[in-house]
Every structure is written in structure tokens, then in C-alpha cells.
């Protein structure tokens, strides 16, 4: 049940968050006397500052690069980007698409969530999928997390609090 939940709740979360963004940068705040920053439109006074007698301290870098990095330390394609196990990913596509790929929103994500886990649990006779889904979420163990090549171990009882 935990898989169906990530599965569904995150990327209309992640959505959810998006427009939320797009809202509060794309739309003028209640004016505030007491505020000394200019006033107006998050993002039009990012892209034109001069148009707000403010002076852009921005440092350019080439989304090239930003994309290099990416590619180096954060590749799309690894595993801890999945949300869920690939075997898992494809059958709640399957399930999720024969219920009619129902919109989900504040109102309709606890029925939507309710009906695709139906949908699993009416599942009999594949084993894989039901050892999947009865395994849930596992958090790693201390030594399954390796130490990057550059780093090494913290000293133990090294005086560190936290």
C-alpha cells in the first residue's frame, strides 16, 4: 500500500507545489508600505530589475553546465530518482490506465488512491507483484550505504552532537 501511495500522491504533490510556484512568482503580492524591496511581480522584477531601480547581483551560468553536473552527480536514470520498483511502476500504469486515468485533485485523491489499490489487492496468482507489495518500504541499513570514493568515515564518539 505504501508503493500505490507513492506512486500516486507524489506527483500530484510535486504538481500540486508547481503551480503553487508558478502562482506566487507570476502574480503581484498585497502591497505592503512598510517594504523597502520593490514592489510587483516576483518574476518580472527578477528578468527586468533596471525597470524597479534595483540592481541585478545575479551570476550568470550556463545551463550547459548545470546539465553537465547533473549528468555527473545526479544521472536521471538512478535508481533513488524511482518512486517506485520498475515491475511495480508498470502495473500501476496498467491499473491506473484501465480505471480511466482519473483525475486526481484534493477532492479525488483519497478515492482514486482507494480504487487503484483495489485494483492490486484484486490481484491473485502473480508472486513477484505480491511479494513486491508486501515487502513495502525498506530503509537501508548502515553499511548497504556506501561511502563516496573522496570521503572517509567519521571518527566514532568524535565529540559530535546531533
Do not use: C
Not at 117 to 136: H, K, M, P, W
Request: charged share 20%.
Amino acid at each position: 500500500t505504501s508503493y500505490v501511495f507513492r506512486w500516486l500522491a507524489i506527483p500530484w504533490l510535486q504538481a500540486e507545489l508547481d503551480a503553487w510556484a508558478h502562482r506566487r512568482n507570476h502574480n503581484a503580492p498585497r502591497r505592503d508600505k512598510n517594504k523597502i524591496l520593490p514592489h510587483g511581480i516576483p518574476a518580472i522584477i527578477r528578468a527586468k530589475p533596471h525597470e524597479f531601480n534595483s540592481l541585478d547581483f545575479k551570476v550568470p551560468v550556463p545551463s550547459a553546465l548545470f546539465d553537465e553536473v547533473e549528468a555527473i552527480y545526479a544521472p536521471s536514470d538512478h535508481p533513488v530518482f524511482d518512486l517506485v520498483p520498475p515491475s511495480f511502476e508498470q502495473r500501476a500504469q496498467y491499473l491506473y490506465t484501465s480505471l480511466g486515468n482519473p483525475q486526481v485533485s484534493s477532492d479525488s485523491f483519497w478515492n482514486v488512491y482507494q480504487m487503484l489499490l483495489a485494483q492490486f489487492l484484486a490481484i491473485e496468482g502473480e508472486d513477484d507483484l505480491t511479494v513486491l507489495l508486501s515487502q513495502g518500504v525498506t530503509e537501508p541499513e548502515d553499511d548497504d550505504v556506501l561511502l563516496l570514493p573522496s570521503l572517509q568515515d567519521l571518527p566514532r564518539n568524535a565529540g559530535l552532537v546531533g
